[in-house]
Every structure is written in C-alpha cells, then in structure tokens.
C-alpha cells in the first residue's frame, strides 16, 4: 500500500512509516510531497494520505496521527499504547504528556534541523530516525511489564 503526507517530516510523520512498517504492511511505501499536493498525489497513485487536516489518519482533538493509525487498525499492543502517549506529547502542543515526549520533540526537532544538509529527503530522515521509535518501543515495552 502507499500513503502519502507533507514533506519535511517530523514526530507524526516518521513515527506514523515507522508504525505502519513495523506493526501493519512492512512493504508499505511512502511519498512525501508539497501540503497542497498531498490529496492530489493520493487520488493519483491511490494513496492513503496522513497527517494532514480532514483525513481519517490525521489529528482528532488532542489525538495525533499515530493514535489514528493505532486506532484504524486496532493495536493493542501495551507497550505500543504506550509509545502512542509519547508521540502524542512530542507531536502536540502537551510535551508533558509523559516524561519522554519532551525529549522525544527535541531529537526529531534536532533531526529536522540536519536536513537538507546531511539527509538528502524524507525517506533519509525515517531511516536514519527508525532506531529512534525501536529503541522507544523496547524501552516501553520493559516499562509496561514492571
């Protein structure tokens, strides 16, 4: 399946690949475009579009991306749960939601801010950042055992 968002991606839009890859369809490719190109490139290569307004996967209330994608297709997954709660602090405007949202907003702000001049695109900056949300994801998935 494809999906494409905004490009210059930076919480929501790598965690989102990050999710879908690892958790939904591992051969999922993903396109980032202009914000008012995201709609057409989706009806033009039957792409699922998100992160961006009045789209199934974007935001909803205080809910991001993610938690649309957890909930489309119904993750229950504690650990993944839990790392929902931590994109949602770094990806909106309540970086206390828990203890790492705030940090987790600096790095992929720090990420942002390498590009153009270390990752080439979008797709460098979801590689590059992956290890990031495994890493995260490890760390929860110890946390909701103790």
């Known amino acids: 399946m494809k999906y494409v968002t905004r490009a210059r991606a930076k919480v929501d839009r790598i965690a989102c690949p990050w999710?879908?890859?690892?958790?939904?369809?591992?051969?999922?490719?993903?396109?980032f475009v202009e914000p008012d190109a995201v709609m057409e490139t989706a009806r033009q290569q039957s792409a699922i579009p998100f992160d961006v307004p009045d789209v199934e996967l974007g935001h909803h209330g205080e809910r991001c991306s993610f938690d649309a994608i957890v909930e489309r297709h119904q993750?229950?997954?504690?650990?993944?749960?839990?790392?929902?709660?931590?994109?949602?602090?770094?990806d909106t405007s309540n970086r206390t939601l828990t203890p790492e949202s705030a940090g987790l907003f600096a790095i992929a702000t720090g990420f942002a801010a390498l590009s153009p001049a270390r990752f080439v695109d979008d797709h460098a900056l979801l590689?590059?950042?992956?290890?990031?949300?495994?890493?995260l994801y490890e760390f929860c998935k110890s946390n909701v055992l103790q």
Do not use: C, N
């Not at 993750?75 to 770094?90: C, E, H, K, N, Y």
């Open 19 to 31: 999710l879908i890859k690892r958790f939904i369809d591992p051969d999922a490719q993903f396109l």
């Open 75 to 90: 993750l229950s997954d504690p650990a993944l749960l839990r790392l929902a709660d931590i994109v949602r602090g770094a």
């Open 127 to 135: 590689e590059a950042q992956s290890p990031i949300y495994d890493a």
